[in-house]
């Protein structure tokens, strides 16, 4: 047997930024590096897996919507492109508080690759080539471009790594293992041992994802239909209402029960979750369901979704139905279940192993400490969910193009979008499993909320160059009506004369005095809806209204998040100095030292939120750099 030649290398060409992955990560970082006018190259291991779905093929859903918001106000693309291709939009917690609400669509799974990908083939500056990352070439600490199989060298001024699940991928289906990337396609192996080789900290963890069936072969009449919703909803801020699908799928709920709980627990002794063969920590927010029936083995049935994966197929997703036991244990525990009794198994369901980089590797710009100009982003920093990834995308398709530019990090505080929180988070607190975006990681989600994603930060996206000029003028106009009519509400005044017979009859206390519109707005009871029966209301958007709305109604709570935010300002504007050397602090925690070191706070307010440093190891840091500020001064 020959042995395989070596690849000679050689120069193919230069570019300012380069994205190796085309995931939801890869296709927003590169997107956003070439609208901020760099030359950048996306490389991805195969153009028809680009903005691929291998699990649900949905977008939104609690904290994550919010997320999808937010990328569309800065001008990213996964709000446009849902919005063209769903087949099902629905709003989630709608009997709950503005805090928590959030949009969720189903996507077709084929349409949104397909639209995403003509997208960035339109997008000025902007090159999409098929090719396998192996190594990074790296000078004096700097990243300078990659290597592909092929030989090529493709160099740049930074690079951004979102290679996924793909990461020394290894898929697992009961006894059955073999190296692979998701879906079955081609992984990555010799990137993953090359940031070794630069003294990266790789560590492995696991996601998986439930059997597909043939539409033809469920009985629906045993499920319960779950319909999107009549009323317009959209992602993105500037898609029109008269754009809205009214022809929409149908989503189905079953359950499991007594019988499917049985036919896991007699093949435990085949389920890799339980046999040792897993070795990669899986996410605890979406548990398979072998996972569920052995930890909450009171329940006596788990709800099930079946989700269609596309208009023009008969393939349909059963969520959270997630295995990898083996595939005849998952036939006979999908035939356990109502309206599944036929069903005809089109893939089998699995695990996927993959590797990720430490986030506490990361700055908060995304950048890399080890290695120069070198980001990373979306699965590969740890993290769970196509929302999460692209948003880490922008980010660092944004600051790989600022550092081109030779401008400032951009970076999103804990305070002004879900997206600061989650890379806060990673970069701050590490994670020890897939990390997934939950409201109450927010600490200030009455403030980020999906409602205002544009108000907190089109201006940004507008600075940075990613918000179109019609885009950002449409929204000055909105932020001008919302102001307009929040001054006017507050002038305007409803007597009791006019307002008391309708209090009444709705079984509400009368009014003494006359109040402000705002006042009024502010009941529980009361919306624009019931404004119009008593006053004259001006004929505004309805997203106008709504925000006006809110944000009365809120307001004392609203300003009370804004004192805290206030305060956070204040100790994240005190900067931990360069020159600082933990291990000369006397006094500070040993687990302080060790995290503090590790980390590299750039603030006292982030030191502060890294596990293990206490608040009296934040006085005495706070001492030592105000010491040494009077010695160096």
């Keep these: 047997m020959t042995e395989p030649k070596a690849v000679r290398e050689f120069d193919a060409a230069t570019y300012d930024v380069i994205v190796v992955g085309a995931g939801h990560a890869g296709c927003e970082a590169a997107l956003a590096a070439a609208r901020m006018g760099q030359e950048t190259l996306l490389v991805t291991l195969n153009l028809d897996m680009l903005a691929f779905m291998p699990c649900n093929p949905s977008v939104g859903g609690p904290a994550k919507g919010v997320v999808v918001r937010e990328i569309d106000a800065l001008g990213g693309e996964m709000g446009h492109n849902i919005d063209k291709t769903y087949i099902q939009m629905r709003m989630l917690n709608t009997g709950k508080g503005p805090a928590v609400r959030a949009l969720r669509a189903q996507a077709d799974k084929a349409a949104y690759h397909r639209s995403m990908k003509h997208t960035i083939e339109q997008t000025p500056h902007l090159t999409l080539r098929q090719g396998l990352a ?255 990834a692209a948003g880490q995308g922008l980010m660092a398709g944004i600051n790989a193009a600022l550092r081109v530019q030779g401008r400032e990090p951009f970076i999103l505080g804990r305070d002004e979008a879900y997206i600061g929180v989650m890379i806060d988070d990673l970069v701050t607190k590490g994670t020890n499993e897939p990390y997934r975006l939950l409201t109450s990681r927010a600490e200030y989600r009455l403030i980020l909320r999906h409602d205002n994603a544009d108000l907190r930060l089109t201006d940004k996206g507008h600075d940075l160059g990613l918000v179109k000029a019609d885009a950002y003028a449409h929204f000055c106009a909105k932020r001008d009506a919302i102001n307009a009519e929040r001054e006017r509400v507050n002038k305007v005044r409803i007597k009791p004369a006019i307002a008391n017979a309708w209090l009444e009859a709705h079984g509400s206390a009368p009014l003494k005095d006359s109040v402000t519109a705002a006042e009024f707005l502010r009941r529980p009871e009361v919306d624009y809806d019931v404004l119009r029966e008593l006053i004259t209301v001006p004929d505004l958007d309805h997203q106008v209204l709504e925000q006006v709305a809110i944000q009365e109604k809120y307001q004392g709570y609203i300003q009370k998040d804004e004192q805290r935010i206030a305060k956070l300002r204040r100790q994240e504007a005190k900067k931990i100095p360069a020159w600082v050397d933990y291990e000369q602090i006397s006094g500070l925690a040993t687990e302080a030292r060790q995290k503090l070191t590790q980390v590299e706070p750039a603030t006292l307010a982030q030191a502060g939120r890294i596990s293990g440093v206490n608040p009296a190891d934040l006085a005495i840091l706070s001492v030592y750099i105000e010491q040494g500020q009077r010695v160096n001064a």
């Design 134 to 388: 192996e190594r990074l070439i790296v000078e004096d600490g700097v990243c300078k471009g990659i290597v592909t199989s092929t030989g090529a060298r493709y160099r740049a001024q930074a690079v951004v790594l979102t290679a996924g699940t793909s990461s020394r991928g290894k898929i697992i289906i009961g006894e059955l293992m073999y190296s692979s990337g998701p879906n079955n396609s081609l992984p990555s192996i010799h990137l993953s041992e090359n940031l070794e080789e630069l003294g990266f900290k790789l560590r492995r963890f696991k996601t998986g994802t439930p059997p597909r069936v043939d539409g033809n072969t469920i009985d629906f009449d045993q499920t319960e239909e779950q319909p999107g919703d009549k009323e317009p909803h959209h992602f993105s801020f500037s898609t029109p209402d008269s754009v809205y699908l009214k022809d929409q799928l149908s989503c189905w709920m079953t359950y499991t029960n007594a019988q499917t709980h049985q036919i896991i627990r007699d093949n435990l002794d085949r389920a890799p979750m339980f046999s040792g063969v897993i070795e990669g920590v899986g996410p605890r927010y979406c548990p398979s369901i072998e996972d569920k029936v052995v930890r909450f083995a009171d329940k006596p049935r788990h709800q099930l979704f079946l989700e269609p994966e596309g208009r023009d197929t008969d393939e349909y997703y059963v969520g959270d139905f997630s295995t990898s036991m083996p595939e005849e244990v998952q036939l006979q525990m999908l035939h356990s279940v109502a309206g599944l009794q036929n069903a005809r198994l089109m893939r089998p369901g699995y695990a996927i192993e993959y590797d990720i980089i430490e986030p506490w590797q990361l700055r908060a710009n995304l950048e890399t400490k080890r290695v120069q100009n070198l980001f990373t982003a979306g699965q590969m920093n740890g993290t769970s969910g196509y929302e999460e």
